[in-house]
């Protein structure tokens, strides 16, 4: 089962007592799943299709609660091999279509005829409850969230462009998540990125079981990170001393090889023969070897006065 397929699962279970948020949330669900049909004068009916028997069940659930109507399912074979099966519910306008539409901010209807509600309307949400509500349907509806072991990205798959510019607004402008929308092929995708946003998301929507996963999901992930940040630096310190110790024995195998130690004084030429038997060793553990011993910045200050003699005996045979 997919990362979305359990958030719905859990999403599903979801139910408002509160009559003002069941409606959001079969607004949403009419909005993003269904069809109006005109079936005389000013007459509509509506139909909600989904391919998931839980999302069908809680749609008939909410028309018979708030509208006390009886709504009838009908299942239909799709696929080639007729394996899924699409979950089809119809409101007829002798049921009171009409009235359900209305009510969920879908139409309105004045002198002029029946008017289609491009936007959200606001009237459906007297508390944040209902916008939380809302969001939980037009996710049920039409959304996707992606496994947060491989991306944090949800999306909202709409046909309907002007809606879909409405959903991005009411997501940013209601819960201040920043939602974008764009369009991909023929449909207008709202999407979501970051693993805080998806966490907030999620909670929202009261997907809790599914947050603290994300959530644990998230906290692995960065401690994973953390310690591949300190394995890095740690090479890149590994690989900086490995370098510099290379360098150095270089200088004093060149001066060595062209002046001999007694080129050095006495207090280069006991740290170069330090670093020549210790390669590899930290310069304050090489400090501490000395007859005096030397800090780690003394030593490092012997080693660069080391590395530029070096330098300067070899412009000098260059000149010559």
């Given at each position: ?33 269904g ?25 008939f ?20 091999a007729?394996k899924?099966?699409l ?48 969001l939980?349907?037009a ?6 969230v992606v496994?947060p072991?491989?991306?944090?990205h ?16 009411f ?7 920043k939602?974008k ?23 929202i ?21 953390q ?43 006991e ?6 038997k210790?390669?590899?060793?930290p ?7 000395m007859?005096k011993p ?11 006065k ?15």
């Open positions: 089962m997919s990362f979305s397929a359990t958030v719905k699962n859990e999403l599903v279970r979801v139910m408002s007592t509160e009559a003002s948020q069941q409606l959001s949330e079969l607004s949403a669900l009419i909005r993003t799943t069809t109006l049909n005109i079936t005389g004068l000013n007459k509509l009916s509506f139909s909600v299709f989904t391919e998931n028997p839980a999302i069908a069940r809680k749609v659930v909410l028309i018979k609660s708030l509208f006390d109507i009886h709504v009838e399912i009908t299942v239909k074979e799709i696929g080639s007729r899924n099966k979950y089809h519910l119809t409101v007829p306008y002798e049921d009171g279509a009409h009235r359900i539409l209305e009510e969920a901010g879908i139409i309105f209807q004045d002198e002029t005829g029946i008017h289609f509600i491009e936007d959200i309307p606001k009237k459906l949400f007297p508390k944040k409850a209902e916008r939380k509500a809302y939980r349907g996710f049920l509806g039409c959304g996707t496994n072991e491989k991306e944090y949800m999306e909202f798959s709409l046909t309907d462009i002007l809606f879909g510019e409405a959903l991005a607004k997501i940013s402008s209601g819960f201040g998540i939602a929308a764009i369009r991909r092929k023929n449909m207008q995708i709202v999407y979501i990125k970051g693993s805080e946003q998806i966490l907030d998301m999620l909670a929507m009261g997907a809790s079981t599914a947050h603290f996963q994300t959530n644990e999901v998230v906290i692995k992930k960065q401690l994973i990170n310690a591949n940040r300190e394995t890095n630096c740690e090479m890149a310190n590994i690989n900086k001393i490995v370098g510099a110790a290379k360098r150095q024995l270089e200088s004093i195998e060149y001066i060595r090889s062209k002046k001999g130690w007694s080129y050095l004084s006495s207090d280069l030429r740290i170069a023969k330090l670093r020549t210790y390669p590899e060793m310069l304050q553990e090489l400090g501490a070897k007859k030397l800090g780690k910045s003394g030593v490092n200050h012997r080693l660069k080391i590395d530029e003699l070096a330098r300067q005996l070899k412009e000098y045979e260059e000149v010559l």
